[in-house]
């Protein structure tokens, strides 16, 4: 019961991420740039203006469904480089052993030891604000756990029978990780992508809060806080609508991904979660 | 004990090497870094003239391993370099605020557990319950908001509208202005602190000793002053020493928020001036703060259960 209720809320909550991002343009007639009209600075929300407005007259609601493509952009473009990364570190690894194994292993333990916001801060710090940077920095500084699953799950599999048969029958040892070993591990790594997206999300918000991110005027849900920093007092709502959306975004994430792995996971269907 | 002490003291060194190699990897090998990245603030754009003279001047037009010879062997000094800015050595710099950022971590910690932990504690006990429900459903929201928002709103209410606690600094160095930090710092961990407990808890409690210790007529008190909590404490302490980890990283976010005077601040302010040496130390001693919380974990793993020290 219970984990049914976390897939299909989290599903939701993505879904309608997913919806607000690719139909942006198509939901709302104002632009998340342009239309800055000082004359509607600060107003409150209204049927006009649902979530209000910013210091520059701009409507906040716009400029959320446009954050959200930032946001999904970076979640899913980092998690892509992050598994890439870790899938083929990992299964290389527990494939190849030795001295691969060794520097793999190293390497790994060394990103556990780097909380991963500031090494991203450090990469942004040296290349610079915007997009293209925020992918790199948080697409290679998050993928750890991924390898390590791989890595783990490698070994383990590497003396089942079906991969015996495979070496005896002389397919090459790449055909052998793709088609033997990669399918058998491909739902733990989605899980952790999952949960790792909503990671990269809120890394995303904070490193834009910073101003290392997404430089204004683009909208990304992070920017919009840094100037609501400087307008809680008087106008809580430029505050309080982006906040929201990272969370429900974060949220449907991590239930989806708390969700998926229960499902997944035969062991924990039988325990309360 | 002390020379499993000294093991994993001994064991921190290469860490350090590599993380240290790592960030001068990161800010002194990609191409032109520093200087084009000063230049790129606008002052005189394209002037090979003046790259020249500002590789010059931070000796960056000598070989890479002739510069990371001297980065390590000034490392061991404990010299980390001289700010582009104000001149002082970065190791001042720092020194003036590492206390700030450290008393922040360790209040929020405090927070975290005081609350995260008898939270899960109590969840386990009664599974199913409404509080156990609540907590999950909390713990769950706790590792989903932006800690910063979180901030953010309770700046609003308790300062703001409120007036009970001031808004941001801080201060003389008293209880009041740390607050509001601490608890926004201490989301994230007591949120997973209330669902490790709860997990940890449960596991224990489902074991056959467990079964046993009851069959034998022992009082639920006793059975987990006794019991479950010994056995409970070692995944306990494992999360929160890797929580420190990604607290040190929220610490940047929660000080830049609230403008408290710590190393995160400077960290993001160094940044703003491309103070390279001032970034690139402070980022160099979060990670080391980290890596020492990490290695006192460990130890008090092998003060709570003997059988590691000898594995």
């Avoid at chain 1, 083929?88 to 527990?94: D, E, N, P, Y």
């Avoid at chain 1, 390898?147 to 029958?169: E, P």
């Avoid at chain 1, 990669?182 to 809060?209: C, H, K, Q, R, Y």
């Avoid at chain 2, 999360?239 to 190393?263: D, I």
Wanted: hydrophobic share 50%; aromatic share 8%; with cysteine.
């Amino acid at each position: 019961m219970g984990l049914r209720l976390n897939l299909v809320l989290g599903g939701t909550l993505c879904l309608i991420v997913i919806v607000a991002a690719v139909l942006a343009p198509w939901l709302t007639p104002l632009s998340p740039v342009m239309d800055a009209d000082l004359m509607n600075a600060e107003l409150p929300p209204s049927a006009e203006f649902w979530f209000g407005t910013d210091a520059q007259g701009r409507d906040v609601f716009t400029r959320i469904l446009y954050g959200a493509r930032v946001s999904l952009t970076v979640g899913i473009g980092s998690q892509l480089i992050n598994t890439t990364i870790g899938l083929i570190l990992g299964i290389s690894a527990g494939y190849f052993g030795g001295w691969w194994d060794d520097l793999v292993n190293g390497l790994t333990n060394l990103m556990l030891s780097v909380p991963s916001l500031i090494f991203a801060l450090a990469i942004m710090a040296v290349l610079g604000p915007g997009l293209s940077s925020l992918l790199i920095a948080l697409g290679l500084t998050n993928w750890s756990w991924t390898c390590r699953i791989a890595r783990s799950s490698t070994l383990s599999l590497k003396s089942q029978s079906y991969v015996q048969a495979a070496k005896t029958l002389g397919y090459s040892d790449f055909r052998i990780m793709l088609t033997q070993i990669l399918p058998n591990i491909v739902g733990p790594v989605l899980v952790i992508a999952t949960l790792g997206m909503g990671d990269a999300i809120l890394a995303e918000a904070a490193l834009s809060f910073l101003g290392l991110g997404i430089q204004p005027p683009q909208p990304s849900w992070g920017n919009m806080l840094t100037d609501a920093r400087e307008l809680i007092a008087i106008a809580p709502w430029v505050a309080i609508f982006p906040g929201l959306a990272i969370f429900m975004t974060v949220l449907g994430l991590n239930l989806f991904g708390d969700g998926l792995r229960d499902w997944l996971d035969p062991h924990m269907r039988t325990r309360p979660v | 004990m002390l020379r499993f002490i000294l093991r994993r003291l001994l064991q921190m060194v290469p860490t350090v090497i590599a993380v240290s190699l790592l960030i001068f990897i990161i800010f002194s090998v990609v191409p032109g870094s520093i200087a084009s990245s000063m230049i790129a603030d606008g002052r005189g754009a394209n002037d090979p003239e003046l790259i020249e003279r500002l590789n010059r001047e931070f000796g960056l037009d000598r070989p890479v391993h002739v510069r990371f010879g001297d980065y390590i062997w000034n490392l061991a000094q404990f010299d980390l370099g001289t700010s582009f800015r104000t001149r002082q050595p970065v190791t001042e710099l720092i020194g003036e605020r590492i206390w700030p950022t450290l008393k922040l971590a360790i209040a929020a910690m405090c927070v975290a557990i005081a609350i995260g932990l008898p939270l899960g504690f109590f969840a386990a006990m009664r599974p199913g319950s409404l509080l156990d429900s609540i907590t999950m459903v909390g713990a769950v929201s706790g590792l989903s908001v932006p800690q910063f928002w979180l901030g953010l709103l309770a700046m609003y209410l308790f300062a703001l509208t409120l007036g009970w606690l001031p808004s941001f600094g801080y201060g003389e160095g008293g209880l009041r202005n740390l607050v509001l930090p601490a608890l926004t710092l201490g989301v994230g961990p007591m949120a997973l602190l209330a669902r490790t407990t709860r997990a940890a808890v449960l596991e224990v409690m489902s074991t056959d000793f467990i079964r046993t210790a009851r069959s034998k007529g022992m009082s639920s008190f006793r059975l987990v002053k006794w019991h479950v909590t010994r056995n409970a404490l070692v995944l306990i302490i494992t999360t929160l020493g890797l929580q420190f980890g990604s607290m040190m990283g929220q610490a940047v976010v929660v000080e830049k928020l609230f403008s408290w005077p710590g190393l995160g601040s400077l960290l993001i302010d160094s940044v703003g001036l491309r103070d390279i040496p001032v970034v690139q130390g402070s980022i160099l001693v979060l990670v080391l703060c980290f890596l020492v919380i990490n290695t006192v974990v460990d130890v008090l793993y092998a003060v709570i259960d003997p059988r590691i020290s000898h594995g």
